[in-house]
């Protein structure tokens, strides 16, 4: 029975020990020559792209030659106006990154000793990077299409007599959401929050090429489908895979973000349902590659992401 990818050594290639090891200085090196690779870690102003600066020896910061702004290690990164060090914010990325299921802020703010609100933020920003990073485009080849809902759970009445017909419309909570998934065999995952399943196949005919082939279950409102792509039509009801037609792993992208959410985080705010979506099809894209290079790919990720619009205002409830 061969051996199972994870349990390899080859899958082993990053140590959180040698990473909290590091001093902030190394650290600190470590992420210029990541953000700068271009001048071999010499930092570049991010307002004018000056070369030349001068390091101001009061504070770890740098002075443009050119614009004569101050700037730091990451100014104009989505890690701008940082209060933790360095070294613990590769740390915390390590941390992550090896949460094979994703990783609550509660548990990571136990492991950093810091607030349960910098953490999540912290993990949301890392989620955001790897999100804006990824290969932009639409999707090619052989694709799977698949949703599922997720969210407006409405608790049972204890007595029988009492209970409501929660398929019923009228007796939901109204913040039920659908998570539409395409798969790009041997390639990129795209994920979408809409309000139903159906809307789905706009954004699938938006999103995949012309002459890719779709495969999409027995759900009546992917028939729409065949007017753009050859489809190829699934019956769960009768088998998961037959003659060629299968979406199984649109049904793996679904099994691993419950997983998360039941398992790991418990609970998902609806408006943070497309940043989880979006960090899991990033996990199922990248599953077979070694720990150390996706750690490699999510700090490179945040060391070129712009800073974060949508989290800059957090602390002040903006977020």
């Known amino acids: 029975m061969s051996q199972h990818f994870l349990l390899s050594p080859a899958a082993k290639t990053l140590s959180l020990v040698k990473v909290m090891r590091m001093s902030e200085a190394e650290a600190r090196t470590a992420f210029r020559k990541i953000r700068w690779t271009e001048t071999e870690g010499e930092p570049i102003c991010p307002e004018c792209g000056c070369v030349d600066h001068y390091d101001l020896k009061t504070r770890q910061v740098y ?4 614009c004569a702004k101050q700037f730091s290690i990451t100014s104009g990164t989505i890690f701008a106006s940082r209060k933790l060090q360095v070294r ?9 990154i090896n949460g094979a299921k994703g990783y609550s802020a509660l548990q990571l703010s136990r492991d950093l000793g810091v607030d349960y609100k910098t953490a999540f933020v912290l993990l949301h920003k890392v989620r955001e990077s790897i999100e804006t990073a990824r290969n932009a485009g639409a999707l090619s080849g052989n694709i799977e299409v698949d949703g599922a809902y997720f969210g407006g759970y409405v608790k ?5 007599k009492d209970r409501k017909d929660r398929r019923k419309k009228v007796h939901q909570s109204g913040k039920r959401q659908s998570v539409i998934v395409m798969r790009e065999r ?5 994920t979408y929050v809409t309000s139903t399943e159906a809307e789905g196949v706009a954004l699938v005919a938006a999103n995949v090429e012309h002459g890719a082939t779709v495969h999409a279950d027995e759900a009546s409102h992917w ?8 489809i ?6 009768e088998a998961y895979s037959k ?3 299968c979406t199984n792993q649109a049904e793996s992208f679904f099994s691993r973000l419950r997983r998360a959410e039941v398992g790991t985080h418990h609970h998902i705010a609806g408006k943070y349902l497309g940043a989880y979506a979006a960090e899991m099809a990033w996990r199922e894209d990248t599953n077979r590659q070694a720990n150390g290079h996706q750690f490699a790919m999510a700090i ?3 060391a070129a992401a712009p800073v974060s619009r949508q989290w800059c205002g957090y602390w002040q409830r903006r977020a």
């Open 63 to 66: 002075k443009c030659k050119g």
């Open 88 to 96: 613990d914010i590769l740390a915390a990325i390590a941390i992550f």
């Open 156 to 160: 049972p009445a204890n007595e029988k």
């Open 186 to 190: 041997g390639g990129r995952t795209l």
């Open 223 to 230: 028939d729409k489908l065949a007017a753009y792509f050859p």
């Open 232 to 237: 190829k039509r699934i019956n769960h009801q």
């Open 243 to 245: 003659d060629g037609a």
């Open 300 to 302: 490179g990720a945040v």
